[in-house]
């Protein structure tokens, strides 16, 4: 069953996403070569805590940290640890927060250092999917045109859609039907409408589609090691129009400085 939100709700639900990005903003401000992921999980929590919310993967079917960190061919769902980011670097870091009741979730993947051509190309492809992706989340449509949205773009560059993990609803739970997938048909699935919020978030690889699971029973990998990008929004269907409750503002405020 979907929970379609009242706008009160979705201004409640603006408020933890926002709050996502503002912790993403803290990891920009530190990633760099050199520092451990476990770095970036404290600074995240810390934050996030002060705020007076909570770290929504923390505890969540049992996931030990704040942030999933995904390094080059690890796709979603990375432990931060004691490993070291280096030079040429592809990190996803995905956020959770749990505010005022309602879940914000969201996802960015940060380049260390400077990266070679093609990783470069497919972390700013993968970032206009989400964007072509929202731009279809329109009342009327289906659930299947972001994923046609995304699909046809990403693999027009010879990319591959990751099928075994989608997008989701989101509001007073963390995931809430409807599924997301990042792959379909214009015209499949759920029709959308008024008062729908929902997560979309690509996740491509450079390679073949098909992931793995490793032995800690999360981290998900590319079959075949190369690597894979992530971002995530959080949407919302006000008056007919995807609204995005999520923001990179910051993030991207923040990355921009450290280039200059
Ligand atoms: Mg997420
Ligand atoms: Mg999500």
Redo the contacts with the bound molecule.
Sequence with gaps: MISYKSEEEIELIRQSSLLVGKTLAEVARIIRPGIKTIELDKVAETFIRDHKAKPA?KGYNGFPYTL?ISVNDVV?HGFPGDQELKEGDLVSV???TLLNGFYG???YTFAVGELDEEKRLLMERTKESLYRGIKVAKAGNRIGNIGYEVQSYVESFGYSVVRDLVGHGIGRNLHESPEVPNYGKRGDGIMLRQGLVI?I?PMINLGVRQVTQDRDGWTIRTADGKPSA?Y?HQIAIIKGEPTILSSFDEIEEVLKEKVN
């Design positions: 993967f999933c979603v995905d956020c959770g979730d969201s996802a997560c978030e992530h995530e």
